[in-house]
């Protein structure tokens, strides 16, 4: 089993810059992707950024240019720093584990909320 335990989130006015770390634990394997989804009220959960075992990154348009997602191998740590932070930006920030072994792993989800 994979755990994945979420830290930062929480509140910052337009323009402003957080940090989203996220720990996994447990049957790590070799080959996987870690990143970040994040879901709206009433929408589904959407792609913000991933990066593979091998530092591969992907990352949705509406968020490329201001927010970087990066990952420590050992221990496995995913960090989302997420500048020019705009209102549409507030959501529900997921972690995400996935290999094909496992599937997909999410963790608890953190709020970020973007407001003056």
């Known amino acids: 089993q994979v755990q994945l335990v979420e830290s930062g989130g929480g509140w910052v006015q337009p323009g402003g810059s957080l940090s989203l770390s996220c720990t996994a634990s447990?049957?790590?394997?070799?080959?996987?992707?870690m990143g970040w989804y994040r879901q709206f009220p009433g929408k589904q959960r959407e792609l913000v950024a991933t990066?593979?075992?091998?530092?591969?990154?992907n990352s949705a348009d509406s968020v490329k240019g201001r927010f970087v997602v990066s990952r420590d191998a050992a221990p496995n740590i995913v960090t989302l720093q997420m500048n020019s932070l705009r209102p549409e930006d507030t959501a529900v920030y997921y972690c995400?584990?996935?290999?094909?072994?496992?599937?997909?792993?999410w963790g608890q989800g953190t709020q970020v909320t973007v407001s003056s």
């Open positions: 995400n584990y996935y290999n094909w072994v496992t599937g997909n792993i």
């Open positions: 447990g049957s790590i394997g070799d080959i996987n992707t």
């Open positions: 990066v593979t075992s091998n530092g591969r990154t």
